[in-house]
């Protein structure tokens, strides 16, 4: 059982579109996952326009993929460093806790994680 960064079991991402490195709506990781898709983040038109200027154009859809195309409100399991990135350039979209895979943590501060969570109570 994967868990979050709360050591819980992961909540699903989203299944509308597809998210996770294994398609499976989850953040789920594993050693074959070199990118480390593990941060469930909510999408904004800033981050996806930041993502498409760093080369990861996650906007225009690619059916070869079943890729529908992200847009603002949609969420999906970021790479852990891209994520850092948008943060470190001040781009950083929010993010869900319950849905970030706990290997988040050997990037990312829980502290600075926990400035962008939607979901603490």
């Given at each position: 059982?994967?868990?979050?960064?709360?050591?819980?079991?992961?909540?699903?991402?989203?299944s509308?579109?597809?998210?996770?490195?294994?398609?499976?709506?989850?953040?789920n990781?594993?050693?074959?996952?070199?990118?480390?898709?593990?941060?469930?983040?909510?999408?904004?038109?800033?981050?996806?326009?930041?993502?498409?200027?760093k080369?990861?154009?996650?906007?225009?859809?690619?059916?070869?993929?079943s890729?529908?195309g992200?847009k603002?409100?949609?969420?999906?399991?970021l790479?852990?460093?891209?994520?850092?990135?948008?943060?470190?350039?001040?781009?950083?979209?929010?993010?869900?806790?319950?849905?970030?895979?706990?290997?988040?943590?050997?990037?990312?501060?829980?502290e600075?994680l926990?400035?962008?969570?939607?979901?603490?109570?």
């Open positions: 059982m994967q868990k979050n960064v709360f050591d819980e079991i992961i909540d699903e991402c989203c509308n579109p597809i998210t996770g490195f294994y398609r499976d709506g989850f953040c990781t594993d050693d074959r996952d070199v990118g480390i898709h593990t941060v469930c983040a909510y999408m904004t038109e800033e981050f996806l326009e930041f993502s498409s200027q080369g990861n154009d996650l906007s225009t859809p690619r059916p070869e993929f890729f529908p992200l603002e409100g949609d969420s999906w399991c790479c852990a460093e891209r994520w850092k990135e948008a943060y470190q350039f001040g781009k950083a979209p929010r993010i869900y806790l319950r849905k970030t895979h706990k290997k988040t943590l050997e990037i990312i501060n829980i600075i926990k400035e962008f969570a939607l979901d603490l109570d």
